[in-house]
């Protein structure tokens, strides 16, 4: 093996890593891998004998890919909201299966807020709260001290995990949620009217219902039938605090696309709505419920 195939292979290693660390950072999997690339091509360019830690190296050349990659699409003013298609994907090249398969693990969710921090914050955040990268480290990247740069991944905490108001996000209401995706992924017409009250109301904006149907409906089988004709949408769904209860994100690729209030009494749906005013979404604060995956 000579020098080139081992360092090729060394690089190979870590790849895995390098490439989750660029996907949470851009939200795009063909991005990922450019940024992925670019540290290969920088690597190749400098002695890696006198590089002592290769893992820590490459993950501060991709963040640094990273970081000029988000700067560059501010600079564009690219706004999430509103482009992806169901059933599209939202990069060219990307393949839409493996897409759905990424945002699904990261959680849609998290990946929504993300987008919506700045670009220093989003790989502070990143870089320590999601993989534990120490602030001295992230510091040179993001080029600042290492004080601001914790205030940096602190206001990023606090806009993808606000303070919660009591009780006002409860376990019970979250699983009634999880209950109504499910049984609309699944095609369920009793496991939606055992979620829905019978008198629940449904409204939603006109551009997110086709042609005939009203923008408010009432009654439980009404209801669940229209569910059961849009259910495609529910794949991309995935429960999300808004406005500090329990709600949902539709959210193809990680990029916003609607997004869905309830009201629950009694352990079922009474009301809920569809949002998908691009104005009406950006006065919406969203969180996820982060799980030990993404705290780690």
Same mark, same amino acid.
Request: hydrophobic fraction near 45%.
């Given at each position: 093996?000579?020098?080139?195939?081992?360092?090729?292979?060394?690089?190979?290693?870590?790849?895995?890593?390098l490439?989750a660390?660029?996907? =949470?950072?851009?939200g #795009?999997?063909?991005? /990922? *891998?450019?940024? %992925?690339q +670019? &540290?290969? !091509?920088?690597?190749?360019r400098?002695?890696?004998?006198?590089?002592?830690?290769?893992?820590?190296?490459?993950?501060?050349?991709?963040?640094?890919?990273?970081?000029?990659?988000?700067?560059?699409?501010?600079?564009r003013?690219?706004?999430?909201?509103?482009?992806?298609?169901?059933?599209?994907?939202?990069?060219?090249?990307?393949?839409?299966e493996r897409?759905?398969?990424?945002?699904?693990?990261?959680?849609?969710?998290?990946?929504?807020?993300?987008?919506?921090?700045?670009p220093a914050?989003?790989?502070?955040?990143?870089?320590?709260?999601?993989?534990?990268v120490?602030?001295?480290?992230?510091?040179?990247?993001?080029?600042?001290?290492?004080?601001?740069?914790?205030?940096?991944?602190?206001?990023a905490?606090?806009?993808?995990?606000?303070? =919660?108001?009591?009780? #006002?996000?409860?376990? /019970? *209401?979250r699983? %009634?949620? +999880? &209950?109504? !995706?499910?049984?609309?992924?699944?095609?369920?017409?009793?496991?939606?009217?055992?979620?829905?009250?019978?008198g629940?109301?449904?409204?939603?904006?006109?551009?997110?219902?086709?042609?005939?149907?009203?923008?408010?409906s009432?009654?439980?089988?009404?209801?669940?039938?229209e569910v059961?004709?849009?259910?495609?949408?529910?794949?991309?769904?995935?429960p999300?605090l808004?406005?500090g209860?329990?709600g949902?994100?539709?959210a193809p690729y990680?990029?916003?696309?609607?997004?869905?209030t309830?009201?629950?009494?009694?352990?079922?749906?009474t009301?809920?709505?569809?949002?998908?005013?691009?104005?009406?979404?950006?006065?919406?604060?969203?969180s996820?419920?982060?799980?030990?995956?993404?705290?780690?």
């Open positions: 093996m000579d020098g080139n195939d081992e360092l090729a292979e060394r690089f190979e290693a870590h790849r895995g890593h490439r660390v660029a996907y =949470r950072m851009l #795009s999997s063909a991005e /990922a *891998d450019d940024a %992925v +670019e &540290a290969w !091509l920088r690597l190749v400098v002695d890696a004998g006198e590089i002592g830690n290769l893992a820590g190296w490459l993950t501060t050349v991709v963040s640094r890919v990273c970081l000029d990659m988000l700067r560059s699409r501010a600079a003013r690219e706004d999430p909201l509103g482009q992806p298609v169901l059933g599209q994907p939202d990069d060219g090249g990307s393949d839409p897409e759905a398969l990424l945002a699904e693990s990261v959680g849609r969710a998290l990946l929504v807020v993300l987008d919506t921090l700045a914050e989003r790989v502070a955040f990143v870089l320590h709260d999601l993989f534990a120490p602030f001295d480290r992230i510091a040179p990247v993001v080029g600042r001290t290492t004080v601001t740069t914790k205030k940096l991944a602190s206001r905490r606090h806009k993808v995990a606000p303070p =919660r108001a009591s009780g #006002s996000a409860s376990s /019970a *209401d699983r %009634v949620v +999880e &209950a109504f !995706l499910a049984a609309s992924r699944e095609g369920d017409m009793e496991a939606l009217l055992a979620v829905l009250a019978p629940v109301v449904r409204r939603a904006d006109p551009a997110t219902l086709p042609p005939g149907v009203p923008a408010v009432r009654g439980a089988r009404a209801v669940a039938g059961l004709v849009l259910g495609g949408r529910a794949r991309y769904a995935e999300a808004v406005d209860t329990v949902a994100v539709v990680g990029r916003l696309l609607l997004v869905l309830f009201t629950i009494e009694e352990g079922v749906i009301e809920y709505e569809v949002i998908a005013d691009p104005t009406r979404l950006r006065v919406l604060s969203l996820p419920f982060l799980s030990q995956k993404h705290e780690k």
